[in-house]
């Protein structure tokens, strides 16, 4: 049995009912790197039962000793014992009660080493922490993302981002941004601070312009693209500048012990910069913390100028589109009204467009029309084709079918134009009436025909393929000449397809909600027909364009007519039909009242 207890491979020592060690075999010793006489005698608690950082444990907390008090065994892996130089031995143990004819005579105590299992526990525990911390970051990056790209509106954006960083990030977060256009002027649009929602207000507004050799830390971002650190000591620096003084601000009213200062970036420019802070006395910014400001700054920027390029292409498409809706000529009694809604996204703005001319032989057009498309491409497209269509049809008597094969030819031959719709009249009459409509149509939604006393048709002769088709693949299609009476006070409706369909209507219902209203509406003036009109239906998505026209009331011969004649002068006076944003667009040459401004 001696044999066997010295050559166990694990630390095994005796203690009698008072705690003293009575004997202990190599390994234990061995272990606890103590000799035999050190060991035999001692009192175990008071020579080696230790606290995780080395203070002494209370004996009433001694779970070995508790083996001697109940006579049950007991085990664990959270304890220490004290070596003798100095260390501690984490172990896992152990103990049953030595019992001998009956009676408790002492414990008999089993240890291992634990170092490398209780290693390995807090490596993984270590681990799992790290990943948990990752997954948060991962988490708080994908939620700033979504909400970085789920708007247009910057300032709407920036906010949002703000908010998303405190408080994982920091107890509050301020951003400034360049003013566009302005080379040096900057201005704070969100400060984020739980704590202080007054100070927070009252921060945001213009800032003082950069300087050119200002080595402010808000300047350093701007210039350099990459985060700045600001600690303690950094922070206690006097200001040299105005702009330093307006980002000390910042930290005089919201506090902070350490900061960063993230520029808002892409390859091509800087836009801003986002400053986060933290307030706890010693706290800091560790290098994976910067990593993820400074990769949510980047999204920020690429957001930013995502936006501007967008609004960039919506001017120019709308600038284009203004410059293409022209004056509507005015015939006789005849009452033309026009309106152009733009697409409320530039990703949408594409190809509609109406328009109206008179012909070589004083006929009167009426033009409505949608390139293929929602780009700035398709507003290109659309002036090629609106051109050709006025060149093609300007001195010719020819009916409207002719007229559009040549336009489908010149599409096809002499253009990079895609496929458009169209409809394309042409409004005939005495002076005095009765008026008559000659149409063909391209593949365009139907006009319609609203009568005095509000009955309502769409006029579904006359369809064709859409131009740009039969040419291109030799099919020999044509259009169909069709023709309809315009009774006397009766109104002709030409419009595009984002009146009538969205993304959440299809075009059968919105076609019948078009019909309604316009019934409804049928005996009000021209124009507030079309703005009632745009008002009730409230398109969205699509931009829209609008062509009216009022037929006047029967006119006993010889009436004089209350204007004779179109005249460009006349025409002039009109609005120019430009477009504004949000706003549809009035096009009339009837002469504006004195303090009435046309939209």
Not at 20 to 47: C, K, W
Not at 112 to 120: A, I, P, V, Y
Not at 154 to 173: E, I, K, Q, Y
Not at 289 to 310: C, N, T
């Amino acid at each position: 049995m001696r044999a066997v207890f010295d050559s166990l491979g694990a630390g095994v020592f005796v203690i009698d009912l008072t705690g003293r060690l009575t004997t202990a075999n190599p390994r234990a010793r061995h272990l606890l790197g103590r000799s035999g006489d050190e060991l035999l005698g001692s009192d175990m608690h008071d020579l080696l039962h230790r606290e995780p950082d080395g203070g002494t444990v209370p004996r009433g907390r001694c779970r070995v000793l508790s083996v001697l008090d109940d006579g049950q065994p007991n085990e664990g892996s959270d304890e220490f014992l004290l070596r003798g130089d100095g260390s501690l031995l984490p172990i896992i143990w152990a103990a049953t009660p030595l019992r001998h004819d009956g009676a408790t005579e002492g414990a008999v105590v089993v240890f291992h080493d634990f170092s490398l299992h209780r290693d390995t526990a807090e490596q993984t525990a270590a681990h799992l922490a790290a990943l948990e911390e990752l997954t948060a970051r991962l988490s708080m990056v994908a939620e700033v993302s979504t909400d970085l790209i789920s708007t247009m509106d910057t300032s709407d954006m920036l906010n949002r981002l703000a908010g998303l960083l405190v408080p994982d990030m920091g107890d509050w977060a301020a951003i400034d941004v360049r003013t566009p256009g302005q080379t040096g002027e900057l201005r704070r649009v969100a400060v984020h601070a739980p704590g202080d929602h007054a100070a927070a207000r009252s921060l945001r507004g213009p800032l003082p312009p950069l300087p050119e050799a200002s080595r402010s830390s808000v300047a350093r971002a701007l210039r350099g693209a990459q985060p700045v650190v600001l600690d303690a000591a950094a922070l206690a620096e006097p200001p040299r500048t105005p702009l330093d003084a307006a980002h000390r601000e910042l930290f005089e009213r919201l506090g902070g012990t350490s900061a960063v200062v993230v520029p808002l970036h892409t390859r091509r420019q800087v836009f801003g910069a986002l400053t986060v802070a933290r307030t706890a006395p010693g706290s800091s910014y560790s290098e994976a913390e910067l990593l993820v400001l400074a990769d949510l700054a980047r999204r920020a920027g690429l957001v930013m100028e995502g936006a501007e390029l967008f609004e960039q292409q919506r001017h120019v498409a709308e600038t284009m589109q203004r410059q293409l809706l022209t004056p509507l000529p005015q015939v006789g009694d005849l009452r033309m009204a026009a309106r152009y809604w733009p697409a409320q996204s530039a990703a949408e703005i594409g190809g509609d467009w109406y328009d109206s001319f008179l012909l070589g032989d004083g006929v009167l057009t009426m033009v409505i029309g949608d390139v293929v498309g929602h780009d700035l491409k398709a507003a290109a497209h659309m002036a090629e084709v609106r051109n050709m269509l006025r060149a093609l049809a300007w001195d010719r008597t020819e009916p409207p079918s002719l007229i559009m094969r040549r336009l489908d030819e010149a599409m096809t031959h002499t253009s990079d134009a895609p496929m458009a719709t169209c409809v394309f009249g042409r409004v005939e009459g005495q002076e005095g009436g009765p008026w008559q409509l000659h149409w063909v149509n391209a593949g365009h939604p139907p006009p319609l025909l609203i009568t005095a006393d509000g009955h309502t048709r769409f006029l579904e002769d006359g369809h064709g393929p859409l131009l740009g088709i039969s040419s291109a693949l030799h099919m020999g299609l044509g259009w169909p000449n069709a023709h309809a009476e315009l009774p006397p006070r009766s109104t002709l409706l030409l419009y595009t397809d984002g009146l009538v369909e969205s993304r959440t209507r299809d075009i059968e219902a919105g076609l019948a909600t078009l019909r309604r209203h316009a019934a409804a509406l049928a005996r009000r003036d021209i124009e507030e027909f079309l703005d009632e009109l745009l008002a009730r239906i409230g398109p969205s998505g699509d931009d829209v364009a609008l062509l009216a026209l009022r037929i006047p009331p029967e006119r006993a011969a010889g009436e004089p007519s209350r204007q004779h004649a179109y005249s460009p002068a006349a025409a002039d006076r009109g609005a120019p039909g430009a477009s504004v944003k949000d706003t549809p667009v009035r096009d009339t040459s009837e002469p504006e009242q004195p303090g009435e401004t046309t939209r």
